[in-house]
């Protein structure tokens, strides 16, 4: 079983920046394709960003696209997502999201592991 836990999230104001990490703990002898995922309140869980397991493949939001950059430390199963010019829209919560065939995907049904979520919260 792989447990991912997310760090990083805070109240920040717009123009601001935030890091969030997430490292997958437990059975890490795979590679995993791993991404994050974002919830405001009262809609549907959107993708923001993924990675593929040797960082070949990576993908963005348009909505995130060239504010946000997600990086991992692959050797250690752990992903960041580095948080530029944040926006009140930007406010959720972040989760991670993790699959053990190493694809980096868009996709919420291709990921079966999932933390608990970071809140992001953007003021004006």
């Known amino acids: 079983q792989v447990q991912l836990v997310e760090s990083g999230g805070g109240l920040v104001q717009a123009g601001d920046s935030l890091r969030l990490s997430c490292v997958a703990l437990g059975r890490t002898d795979s590679s995993y394709g791993m991404g994050w995922f974002r919830q405001a309140p009262g809609k549907e869980r959107e993708f923001v960003a993924a990675?593929?397991?040797?960082?070949?493949?990576?993908y963005y939001s348009e909505s995130v696209k060239g504010r946000f950059t997600i990086s991992r430390d692959g050797g250690k199963n752990t992903i960041y997502l580095q948080m530029n010019s944040l926006k009140p829209e930007d406010t959720a919560v972040y989760y991670c999201?993790?699959?053990?065939w190493g694809l980096g995907s868009v996709r919420f049904a291709e990921y079966p592991y999932w933390g608990q979520g970071t809140q992001v919260t953007v003021s004006s």
């Open positions: 990675i593929a397991w040797n960082a070949g493949t990576i």
């Open positions: 999201a993790a699959n053990p």
